[in-house]
């Protein structure tokens, strides 16, 4: 019923730059905080950033002053702008939202499908 679907992965070097989004579709009644994490291989699953209805943002300490998370509410999508790209930000990219859907009581989190970020020369 709901779905987040993320774009914007994909090869860049060093230094490069790289606009991650994900939209958000279904039988939304609230969307919540909307974030990305990531996953490297043979590592855990890790927050990069987030951001609530609000405004609030926080990030990693390692990705502060080189990655922006931004919302459109009226679009339901998230992005995140990853400037000054290194090649240990190569991983997985995952969205996560949090959606009270249409006749839910409860708000549930939901995950995209992940979109590969390589970082290589």
């Known amino acids: 019923q709901v779905q987040l679907v993320e774009s914007g992965g994909g090869l860049v070097q060093p230094g490069g730059s790289l606009r991650l989004s994900c939209a958000a579709s279904?039988?939304?009644?609230?969307?919540?905080?909307m974030g990305w994490y990531r996953q490297a291989p043979g590592k855990q699953r890790e927050l990069v950033a987030r951001t609530g209805g609000a405004g609030w943002r926080n990030y990693a300490d390692s990705v502060k002053g080189r990655f922006s998370i931004s919302r459109d509410n009226a679009k339901n999508t998230v992005y995140l702008q990853m400037n000054s790209l290194k090649p240990e930000d190569t991983a997985v990219y995952y969205c996560?939202?949090?959606?009270?859907?249409?006749?839910?009581?409860?708000?549930?989190?939901?995950w995209g499908q992940g979109t590969q970020v390589t970082v290589s020369s």
């Open positions: 996560n939202a949090d959606i009270m859907a249409r006749g839910a009581t409860t708000v549930e989190v939901h």
């Open positions: 279904g039988s939304i009644f609230s969307l919540n905080a």
